[in-house]
């Protein structure tokens, strides 16, 4: 079997089996891990997908993959109204988007970021919300790809000693520059073979990087045509301003013994109106909001997308959200911060979550709306 039919079988057996060593997860097929994203780099059927800024895209991504940027899925107009909400694109903009970026009905989706998660999870988010039949979420993200790519290891092994002789290189120039006594001609044959073996390191280095499965550089995709079925769209993990305004009177009304939660994903300068962002009229949080930062279940420590099911149940247990309740989340436009919590209540297999598409950027614009502070 040749490599590109074992990376279809790869495929195929993703879209239905669980992710191997997902740690307690109820929703085991949300996840893939870099072991296994590592066999699908390269495979025609597949588009890794990157939900970090174009700037940090052009840093560092995954070979072959395309930039969708979390903070910009969701269109709004000037006053942060969305046309087609809770959608975070009206359907021919979507096709149009999706299809610029060289991805097909048939491919399947794996999204990342650097590793945190919440703009890997904003992809995961749009493409789920249109029908998009196979979507992952990289756990880990590009990081956990350098980690196991051996070609990185090479090459930062090579990049180190680099940064040694160089260091050692401009001791032995300050040494001849500064003191009278020095033996110049040890110093000189040390500094002249130090540019000898840089110029060996930064050769081998070019070669390495030739093989790095994380480059550097501009997007290259070509225009393919996509469609999004209807009849196929899934607003069971999305929300619009109404929905979550009627989840908020809820809330207010009965308190904890509501039916609803509305998690704020935001910092807490956010979230008390000390900082927001320049499009907003107002800063603040809905009313009856439950505080849960998104940091709370990224693994930052571990460079995880998401800690394990016992911590993140443990988080959400804390502050009373639970699986009988309708959970919504919200952040500045939902795809991000917002659905990294949705995201992790997926994982959890909780079954009523959804992001708050357009979030502060809907909610903080319109003044029909009331906000607290």
């Not at 149009?96 to 995961?124: C, E, L, Q, R, W």
């Not at 009849?231 to 207010?252: C, F, W």
């Not at 079954?351 to 979030?359: I, R």
């Amino acid at each position: 079997m040749n490599r590109w039919l074992k990376s279809l079988c790869v495929v195929a057996s993703l879209s239905a089996s669980s992710v191997m060593g997902a740690d307690g997860y109820a929703n085991k097929d949300i996840l893939i891990s870099a072991d296994d994203a590592v066999k699908l780099i390269g495979n025609p059927k597949v588009m890794f997908v990157s939900g970090d800024n174009e700037d940090v895209y052009k840093l560092g991504h995954i070979k072959g993959s395309v930039e969708m940027f979390a903070h910009h899925l969701h269109e709004s107009d000037i006053t942060g109204e969305m046309e087609c909400a809770p959608l975070y694109r009206c359907i021919p903009d979507a096709e149009h988007y999706i299809g610029s970026k060289g991805i097909t009905n048939d491919m399947t989706i794996i999204a990342y970021d650097d590793f945190k998660g919440p703009n890997a999870t904003g992809v995961y988010s749009f493409f789920k919300s249109y029908g998009h039949k196979n979507v992952k979420v990289l756990n880990g993200g590009r990081a956990a790809i350098m980690a196991v790519d051996p070609a990185q290891k090479e090459y930062d092994g090579l990049n180190s000693q680099l940064k040694e002789i160089k260091k050692a290189q401009k001791a032995d120039k300050e040494t001849l520059k500064k003191d009278a006594n020095a033996d110049k001609a040890a110093l000189g044959a040390s500094i002249s073979k130090a540019d000898a073996d840089i110029k060996d390191l930064q050769t081998k280095m070019n070669d390495v990087e030739k093989r790095l499965l994380v480059v550097k550089g501009e997007e290259e995709d070509a225009v393919k045509t996509y469609k999004i079925d209807p009849k196929k769209i899934d607003y069971s993990a999305i929300a619009g301003k109404e929905e979550v305004k009627h989840a908020m009177e809820d809330i207010l009304k009965n308190g904890k013994n509501s039916k609803y939660v509305i998690i704020d994903s935001r910092a807490i300068a956010e979230i008390i109106g000390e900082r927001k962002m320049d499009n907003v009229a107002r800063g603040g949080h809905i009313p009856g909001a439950t505080f849960i930062e998104w940091n709370r279940v990224s693994d930052t420590d571990n460079k995880l997308s998401f800690k394990s099911a016992d911590e993140i149940k443990k988080v959400y247990d804390s502050y009373g959200v639970t699986p009988d309740k309708t959970i919504y989340a919200y952040c500045q436009v939902g795809a991000g911060r917002g659905s990294e919590n949705i995201t992790a209540l997926q994982l959890l297999g909780y079954k009523n979550v959804k992001v708050f598409t357009g979030s502060w950027d809907v909610w903080g614009n319109d003044m029909n709306l009331p906000i607290k502070r």
